[in-house]
């Protein structure tokens, strides 16, 4: 591999110690050139690492890591931080099965102080070691959350805030301002920083400020204090109000040039002798180093395979036979209800691109709600919309509506209000590993009362099953649908409603049943289709909905069936198994039953390929177990 003259001499950050000034001036640029190089072949997430080199390289350069806690929010960002902590020369199995996880991980480096694949968390986990080491007399470590890409607009950063704010810990959070998260920064406090930012007073007087601190930094910590306070009380006048982190009790400093690297080691160092907590407001540039990037940092956040040279992102020509993602079906589904029904709005939580309300927001851009990384706020915000009337498709991420489960109980299905939720990167989503997977949906929902859990197998059923959604009114109902391409091409089918809780067979046999729900059921056909030539027949029977479940027609399969195979892309614990296991026993079923999907451990990452063949439910998978069953 080509590391470039500087970054071949960099394995651990001590390394960096030995770096002279040219020599550290010179590695941004190797270490953009490396990431672009890597991330063009192998994939990955490019735009949000390329801001943060200049940091990254200050932060290991100025603190003692691993003893000084440094933690990434959100973690996608830590490319440089990987590469600068021993794993540069495995940096090529980024995201792929076996190879190193695409965000910090605590068991993958001891560098990796607290594992973040969501975000906002960074300034909690920070604050928790920061009390732990003031417990244990440990008053030189440092801790350092970077939180960025939108982070700081999720609640749960201000709760930390809150609390770091009168701990007197020593934390040091530092703002990664780019004005982006995977889309353009959205609400107040996305506003606030910009006016900071864009203040030319308050930036003339911050100059200033910062010489003055550098000058008084000689005469011991009173005079910092001092200037700290003056720096305050001018900022106050000249922004006219009160800065809102200092009002939280936190020293405020900047906004500062992300990307000269000698200022940043010069106030980071500085920083390091101030007690209490603290915040560093950065600004950075998202797609730094490639033109295209720096232009388009939305389709750069994750660009798939690249030129590296000239950043043209490779696209397969476009093939009338193949089929749609699912997600943009879920979104032009969602603009034709709304072009018939002013009722219906759409609620996203910062994924208005990657959850394809895009459609609906360039034609209706008042009804679709983009509310930043507020999963919670999302939930209980769609609840207040359903309440006065409104018909609201909330599409979350399976892994990230996680976060909002008490919102979902309490405030929506609780008060029993119609709210949809649509959860896209249902099931094993593949290389971004177990922080993004969508493995718990089916089991978490279907025990909440008044939930209709229902999941489609192609396109067809997901646009009707939204139609059905859109038309019940009797409480919350969850539609999880996976990442990627679909299986039919012409999906603009017409639309009509499905009766909730019934099942259907889709494929007659005399054998064994086997029992799917989602996009499962095309790989049962698939492996149908290979048992056949052996001369085995098994039923294939969809059952389209987890909660209510269609009980009579389980209970027909039981009488008809002594072998029954349940397939789902979700966990074993509570899902579709423990749904037959409970009516199995509620019936004295006396056959057997054999479970395929999820077991009980987080999957590591990988092609979705390879790790439904590791959890057995791939096309082979279900084959092999049928015909062990059969020759049993």
């Known amino acids: 591999m080509n590391y470039g003259p500087v970054l071949s001499k960099i394995n651990l950050p001590e390394d960096l110690k030995n770096l002279s000034s040219s020599e550290l001036n010179l590695l941004p640029q190797e270490m953009r050139k490396f990431i672009i190089d890597m991330v063009s072949v192998?994939?990955?997430?490019?735009?949000?690492?390329?801001?943060?080199?200049?940091?990254?390289?200050?932060?290991?350069?100025?603190?003692?890591?691993?003893?000084?806690?440094?933690?990434?929010?959100?973690?996608?960002?830590?490319?440089?931080?990987?590469?600068?902590?021993?794993?540069?020369?495995?940096?090529?199995?980024?995201?792929?099965?076996?190879?190193?996880?695409?965000?910090?991980?605590?068991?993958?480096?001891?560098?990796?102080?607290?594992?973040?694949?969501?975000?906002?968390?960074?300034?909690?986990?920070?604050?928790?070691?920061?009390?732990?080491?003031?417990?244990?007399?440990?008053?030189?470590?440092q801790h350092i959350a970077v939180i960025g890409d939108g982070a700081m607009t999720a609640g749960m950063a201000?709760?930390?805030?809150?609390?770091?704010?009168?701990?007197?810990?020593?934390?040091?959070?530092?703002?990664?301002?780019n004005g982006i998260a995977i889309d353009p920064g959205v609400g107040a406090i996305h506003k606030y920083l910009t006016n900071i930012s864009t203040s030319k007073p308050y930036n003339r007087l911050k100059n200033d400020i910062w010489n003055m601190l550098g000058k008084l930094s000689v005469l011991g910590k009173k005079s910092q204090k001092l200037a700290s306070k003056i720096d305050s009380s001018l900022k106050s006048v000249i922004l006219k109000q009160s800065n809102l982190f200092e009002s939280m009790n936190f020293?405020?400093?900047?906004?500062?040039?992300?990307?000269?690297?000698?200022?940043?080691?010069?106030?980071?160092?500085?920083?390091?002798?101030?007690?209490?907590?603290?915040?560093?407001?950065?600004?950075?540039?998202?797609?730094?180093?490639?033109?295209?990037a720096e232009k388009d940092p939305i389709t750069f956040h994750?660009?798939?395979?690249?030129?590296?040279?000239?950043?043209?992102?490779?696209?397969?020509?476009?093939?009338?036979?193949?089929?749609?993602?699912?997600?943009?079906?879920?979104?032009?589904?969602?603009?034709?209800?709304?072009?018939?029904?002013?009722?219906?709005?759409?609620?996203?939580p910062a994924m208005p691109t990657g959850s394809s309300l895009n459609y609906m927001q360039a034609k209706f851009p008042q009804r679709v709600f983009d509310v930043g990384i507020a999963e919670q706020h999302a939930v209980t915000f769609s609840a207040g919309l359903a309440s006065a009337g409104m018909i609201p498709f909330c599409n979350i991420y399976s892994s990230f509506i996680q976060r909002a489960y008490d919102q979902v109980i309490h405030d929506v299905a609780l008060q029993n209000i119609p709210v949809v939720f649509c959860l896209d990167r249902a099931g094993l989503v593949g290389e971004d590993g177990p922080t993004h997977h969508g493995a718990f949906d089916l089991s978490f929902?279907?025990?909440?009362?008044?939930?209709?859990?229902?999941?489609?197998?192609?396109?067809?059923?997901?646009?009707?099953?939204?139609?059905?959604?859109?038309?019940?009114?009797?409480?919350?109902?969850?539609?999880?649908?996976?990442?990627?391409?679909?299986?039919?091409?012409?999906?603009?089918?017409?639309?009509?409603?499905?009766?909730?809780?019934?099942?259907?067979?889709?494929?007659?046999?005399?054998?064994?049943a086997i029992l799917g729900i989602g996009t499962v059921g095309n790989s049962i056909k698939e492996a149908i289709l290979l048992v056949n030539e052996q001369g085995?027949?098994?039923?294939?029977?969809?059952?389209?909905?987890?909660?209510?479940?269609d009980e009579h027609l389980i209970k027909?399969?039981?009488?008809?069936?002594?072998?029954?195979?349940?397939?789902?892309?979700?966990?074993?614990?509570?899902?579709?198994?423990?749904?037959?296991?409970?009516?199995?026993?509620?019936?004295?079923?006396?056959?057997?039953?054999i479970?395929?999907?999820?077991?009980?451990?987080?999957?590591?990452?990988?092609?979705?390929?390879?790790?439904?063949?590791?959890?057995?439910?791939?096309?082979?998978?279900?084959?092999?177990?049928?015909l062990a069953v059969i020759n049993k």
């Open 536 to 549: 085995v027949y098994p039923s294939f029977y969809d059952l389209r909905f987890l909660k209510p479940i």
């Open 251 to 292: 020293r405020y400093f900047g906004p500062v040039n992300g990307h000269n690297l000698q200022r940043l080691i010069k106030i980071l160092n500085d920083l390091k002798d101030i007690s209490g907590p603290k915040i560093l407001h950065i600004q950075t540039i998202k797609g730094k180093g490639l033109s295209t």
């Open 158 to 177: 201000f709760e930390a805030l809150n609390n770091a704010g009168v701990s007197n810990s020593n934390i040091l959070v530092i703002l990664n301002d």
């Open 42 to 141: 192998h994939k990955g997430h490019l735009a949000s690492s390329l801001g943060v080199v200049e940091l990254s390289i200050a932060l290991h350069y100025v603190f003692n890591t691993p003893y000084d806690k440094l933690i990434w929010d959100v973690g996608h960002q830590a490319y440089p931080h990987k590469i600068l902590t021993g794993r540069k020369d495995v940096f090529h199995t980024n995201r792929e099965l076996h190879g190193i996880s695409g965000f910090p991980k605590m068991s993958e480096s001891e560098y990796d102080s607290f594992g973040v694949g969501h975000s906002s968390t960074s300034i909690s986990a920070a604050l928790g070691m920061a009390e732990a080491s003031r417990l244990r007399g440990e008053t030189d470590r």
């Open 556 to 593: 027909n399969i039981f009488r008809k069936y002594s072998k029954i195979i349940t397939v789902e892309d979700g966990s074993l614990i509570s899902g579709l198994a423990s749904a037959l296991a409970e009516l199995y026993v509620k019936y004295n079923y006396n056959g057997e039953l």
């Open 302 to 348: 994750a660009p798939g395979f690249f030129d590296s040279k000239t950043g043209e992102i490779s696209t397969k020509p476009i093939d009338e036979n193949t089929a749609p993602k699912f997600q943009d079906v879920f979104g032009k589904t969602l603009l034709e209800f709304a072009e018939k029904d002013e009722r219906i709005v759409g609620v996203t």
């Open 595 to 626: 479970n395929l999907g999820i077991p009980d451990v987080f999957i590591e990452q990988g092609s979705p390929e390879e790790l439904q063949q590791i959890c057995h439910y791939d096309s082979q998978g279900i084959k092999e177990s049928i």
């Open 445 to 512: 929902l279907r025990h909440i009362p008044n939930m209709v859990v229902s999941a489609p197998m192609d396109e067809w059923e997901l646009r009707h099953m939204m139609y059905t959604a859109k038309e019940y009114s009797k409480g919350p109902f969850s539609i999880r649908f996976p990442r990627g391409q679909g299986y039919i091409t012409n999906w603009e089918n017409k639309m009509e409603r499905i009766a909730i809780g019934k099942g259907r067979q889709v494929i007659k046999g005399n054998t064994i």
